[in-house]
């Protein structure tokens, strides 16, 4: 029998009695969650960051789910890629082959998630972005916002929803251009810089 010294907050697993619910890493989380693009696809872009709660600490049990059209603006409508095990049912991650455009990640010990897409294209009169739904502790509603990938100022500038929020909140919808394919997004969910979150209708 392993004893757990209890005198050191540091060494005791969180329990339902010590953090607020509800706790979504026990039946969302499937292999493969966060690789929603082909293997392979040249198009390919890696989209990471953290979760942090209002006193600016990472959350380890928080998830993060995206939605993004194809390269070319086109919203997926293939039926899944995903596949099981014959024996067991159980997931056994996804083909590699169709692009969903959906995808969830959830957080390491550290509050860091990321994920593997296609280069989202424009739709209408918006500049390229990705969907983003939150979920975490604490949260009895998920959050909702928008990842923008940076490097057409002229498409932010003109983007009806972007055009709408103060200039001094924007920048919490668009990433950081990490180089090489790869962006960073971190998501705060209350307090001082604040991600902006979107209400739906």
Not at 15 to 44: C, K, M, N, W
Not at 81 to 101: K, L, P, Q
């Amino acid at each position: 029998m392993t004893k757990i010294d209890t005198s050191r907050p540091e060494t005791v697993l969180p329990t339902p009695s010590h953090t607020v619910g509800p706790f979504y890493g026990h039946a969302l989380p499937f292999p493969g969650g966060e690789d929603i693009a082909p293997v392979g696809h040249p198009d390919t872009i890696a989209v990471h960051g953290y979760v942090y709660d209002g006193e600016g600490t990472p959350l380890p049990d928080a998830f993060v789910e995206l939605w993004g059209p194809d390269p070319d603006g086109n919203i997926p409508q293939v039926d899944g890629s995903m596949r099981r095990d014959g024996a067991s049912g159980g997931f056994m991650g996804r083909t590699g082959v169709e692009f969903t455009g959906w995808g969830r990640s959830q957080t390491d010990a550290s509050g860091h998630w990321s994920a593997r897409t296609l280069r989202p294209g424009a739709r209408g009169q918006s500049a390229p972005y990705l969907s983003v739904c939150v979920f975490a502790r604490g949260l009895l509603v998920h959050l909702y916002t928008r990842i923008y990938l940076p490097g057409d100022d002229a498409a932010l500038a003109a983007d009806p929803l972007l055009s709408r929020v103060d200039e001094a909140r924007r920048g919490t919808l668009i990433a950081t251009d990490g180089g090489h394919g790869t962006y960073r997004f971190d998501i705060r969910l209350q307090g001082e810089g604040e991600t902006v979150f979107l209400e739906f209708q």
